[in-house]
């Protein structure tokens, strides 16, 4: 199957999904009063309970019970709090999701719309039978290694979201990323079957 010069479009139209999916988070959540307050707060509690858990962890043995009592209960305090933060959080970015999904969805309609059957590029080896179904979809033929225009489109909106992202600042400092996760059930369940793996 001839290659076109098409890919360029649809990375470039990639870009343009990605930037005006963050456009409207930002209009609509990041610059939010409630949701820099959520973030500030969310961002103070973890390094509360960091610096706690270093302390804790540093080596020195507390003097008493009386004393190691405290200092557990205020940890278990700070924890609660980032819990009840990070559920806020949670449901405040749950909009910037949507607004991800929506864009996804339409930008989705009109690639396929336009480049239904077109081999966007060639991949270097031929990937496996799950992945063929993604790289593959819409194309005519049995050449595997041939990428469909959606594909392209999906990885390159993956990346320029997340660097566009970055890039204006609305990412999360890993600690709070990590207090996202850790109270999320899904996160929780990828974790118990790593474990088990």
Same mark, same amino acid.
């Given at each position: 199957?001839? +290659?076109t010069s098409d890919p360029f479009n649809v990375i470039a139209i990639g870009l343009a999904a990605a930037v005006f999916t963050e456009a409207l988070a930002w209009a609509f959540v990041y610059r939010t009063s409630s949701y820099r307050r959520l973030k500030e707060e +969310?961002?103070? @509690?973890?390094r509360k309970l960091e610096a706690i858990k270093q302390g804790s962890s540093g080596g020195v043995v507390a003097a008493s019970s009386k004393a190691a009592l405290k200092g557990n209960k205020k940890e278990k305090r700070i924890e609660d709090n980032m819990k009840s933060s990070s559920k806020e959080m949670s449901a405040a970015r749950f909009k910037a999701n949507i607004f991800t999904m929506v864009t996804m969805a339409v930008v989705y309609k009109l *690639?396929?719309?336009?480049w239904d059957g077109v081999a966007m590029g060639r991949l270097p080896f031929s990937p496996p039978a799950l992945l063929q179904n993604i790289t593959h979809r819409g194309l005519m033929g /049995?050449? &595997? @290694?041939?990428?469909s225009?959606?594909? *392209?489109? &999906?990885t390159s909106f993956a990346f320029f979201k997340q660097n566009v992202s970055k890039a204006l600042g609305f990412n999360l400092s890993r600690a709070a990323t990590? &207090? +996202? @996760?850790? /109270?999320n059930p899904m996160a929780n369940m990828d974790a118990a079957a790593k474990k088990y793996a």
């Open positions: 199957m001839p +290659l +969310l961002e103070r @509690t973890c *690639v396929i719309s336009k /049995n050449d &595997a @290694t041939d990428c225009a959606m594909f *392209v489109f &999906a990590r &207090a +996202l @996760t850790a /109270n």
